[in-house]
């Protein structure tokens, strides 16, 4: 093992054995380097690497602290590298959004309430009786993400939101050049709606599969 990987694991299992809690201070650099068994350098490319993953913050001047640990924070480095995916990857991002969405869309059927149906309408109404496809991708977006926030659950929320850039692209794609899709999109973002609103975890869940299904099965098609 690299020495800086051990470093890196050295203050995970701390972290994962609760010696260190979210928002605790680590100890001075040469204090914790002397307990842990490391180099004081080694010990500080580990402390860069772990923050860019947001496990810890460094405050100049003040020290280093352990992150909330939010699931939301450390999926965020997950959307980083997402963004470097290949086209020729795209379908199996929606291969995983399929299986994620309508699982989400379910539970935003069983949970959301009375306020959230209603904010999600407004997203859908929002949108003008003749969007671009720009507009229509953007309300898509918002829509989706709203429905994962019903779900209840920040990690199935986060997974989602880094999955919805590589899918982006496809979207637009799909909005210039296959006819009918605007109309089609709206009229299943109605149905899931509906389904969110009259509490039916099932429907939902099958609207939602046909909905991201559609753009699949159109992207095998062209590819």
Known sequence: MAVTDEAID????????????????????????????????????????????????????DGT??????????????????????DDTVLE???????LEPAATALAAQRASVEDVHALRGVLDRLGDDPTVDELVANDLEFHRLIAVCAGNNVLTSLLDSLSGPTTRARIWRGLTQEGAVAKTREQH??????????????????????????????HRVL
């Not at 809690?21 to 680590?26: A, I, N, S």
């Not at 380097?33 to 405050?59: F, H, T, Y």
């Not at 602290?65 to 290949?86: E, G, I, K, M, Q």
Request: proline share 5%; no cysteine; glycine share 6%.
């Open 65 to 86: 602290y352990v992150t909330s640990l939010d699931p939301a924070l450390l999926l965020d480095a997950l959307s980083f590298v997402v963004d470097f995916h290949r």
């Open 93 to 99: 991002f929606l291969e995983v959004r399929r299986i």
């Open 10 to 61: 050295k203050i995970k299992q701390m972290i994962v054995a609760g010696e260190l809690r979210p928002g605790d201070r680590l100890p001075r650099e040469p204090d914790l380097a002397e307990r842990l068994g490391l180099s004081r350098n080694s010990l500080r490319e580990a402390v860069k690497a772990l923050s860019l993953i947001r496990v810890l913050d460094v405050r100049q001047g």
């Open 190 to 219: 109605a149905a899931i709606l509906d389904a969110v609103a009259a509490g039916q975890p099932e429907l939902a869940r099958s609207w939602a599969t046909v909905h991201v299904a559609g753009v699949e099965q159109w992207l």
